[in-house]
């Protein structure tokens, strides 16, 4: 297949780009800066010039593509600006307005398949109860725009397209920004998830992430899951991290901390047990990391090798 893939030089996208690559499809890439058009052309891509709030070079983009994956966001730089939810405006208008001008492009090209990224931990707060992908959404004030993102892809398959949405889970690996602050919080003996200790947490590595995201090219139409196997509690979260670094377990927050965190504290308070039945019951992925147990021994390693 020919692929498009927006967000190729971010922390998922450029794992998965070599991954379609040596797969045997061909990748182009959306991608202004100069240093972003060489990283994508030494592992083999082309990139193309395109903005996601410029239809017309959208449609230059995506002509004579088989199928757009699309991983673009624009994250907020810190853990701090996360919690400011001006800083969060940018973010939506990429889920808005981007991915609703996405799918118009590829609708106009003839594009087969259209992938978006969305974020599973927008369900609410269940409790032990598996959550499956039938549970509605329920997302905080600050990220209600995964709403629209999830309805460009619908908005695809209704026309006759195949529109998957791949609801990831909370990111973790050696070059996240997020988990490097998170490191540095549990070193210092702080915990850095609000809410209750017994709260489940779903949870996927980059590396993960990615190869789901090479799967949702065989998958049919829908929203999937993207979490590993194994949810944990809060507290076995922040334990086996400090048990990766060898450092002692970490103080939690009490519970009326995330009521000082805005919506982005009241989400990270939640309990969230997320399944991944149903994308295994799709394809042939399967997450390496079962759980972050293994998952934090992998990452640690790799931030101290690099």
């Known amino acids: 297949?020919?692929?498009?893939?927006?967000?190729?030089?971010?922390?998922?996208?450029?794992?998965?780009?070599?991954?379609?690559?040596?797969?045997?499809?061909?990748?182009?890439?959306?991608?202004?800066?100069?240093?972003?058009?060489?990283?994508?052309?030494?592992?083999?891509?082309?990139?193309?010039?395109?903005?996601?709030?410029?239809?017309?070079?959208l449609r230059r983009a995506v002509a004579g593509c088989d199928a757009v994956v699309n991983l673009a966001t624009h994250m907020p730089a810190t853990t701090t600006r996360m919690m400011r939810r001006s800083a969060w405006?940018?973010?939506?208008?990429?889920?808005?307005?981007?991915?609703?001008?996405?799918?118009?492009?590829?609708?106009?090209?003839?594009?087969?398949?259209?992938?978006?990224?969305?974020?599973?931990?927008?369900?609410?707060?269940?409790?032990?109860?598996?959550?499956?992908?039938?549970?509605?959404?329920?997302?905080?004030?600050?990220?209600?725009?995964?709403?629209?993102?999830?309805?460009a892809a619908e908005r695809f398959a209704e026309a006759g397209g195949t529109g998957v949405v791949l609801r990831f889970a909370g990111f973790y690996g050696p070059d996240s920004r997020f988990l490097a602050e998170a490191i540095r919080q549990v070193r210092r003996g702080r915990a850095p998830l609000p809410g209750s200790p017994g709260a489940f947490v779903s949870s996927v590595h980059h590396d993960d992430a990615a190869s789901a995201a090479a799967a949702a090219l065989s998958v049919p139409s829908g929203a999937y899951n993207v979490v590993d196997d194994e949810p944990v509690s809060h507290r076995e979260y922040v334990d086996s991290l400090a048990g990766a670094l060898g450092v002692p377990r970490p103080r939690l927050p009490p519970p009326w901390m995330k009521w000082l965190l805005g919506s982005v504290g009241e989400l990270l308070a939640r309990s969230q047990r997320i399944s991944n039945r149903k994308i295994k019951a799709c394809c042939p992925w399967k997450p390496i990391y079962p759980s972050v147990r293994e998952g934090w021994a992998a990452v640690v390693a790799a931030i101290r090798e690099g």
Request: proline share 6%; hydrophobic share 45%; with cysteine.
């Open 89 to 151: 405006r940018e973010n939506d208008r990429v889920r808005r307005v981007g991915s609703a001008n996405l799918v118009e492009a590829a609708l106009g090209e003839g594009v087969v398949r259209f992938v978006q990224e969305s974020f599973a931990p927008a369900y609410p707060d269940c409790g032990d109860r598996w959550i499956e992908e039938s549970m509605p959404l329920a997302p905080a004030r600050y990220n209600e725009s995964v709403l629209d993102a999830e309805k």
């Open 1 to 57: 297949m020919k692929v498009l893939v927006t967000g190729a030089t971010g922390v998922v996208g450029r794992r998965l780009v070599p991954l379609l690559i040596g797969a045997g499809h061909r990748v182009s890439a959306i991608a202004r800066a100069p240093g972003k058009r060489e990283e994508l052309a030494r592992i083999g891509a082309s990139a193309v010039n395109a903005d996601l709030f410029a239809p017309d070079s």
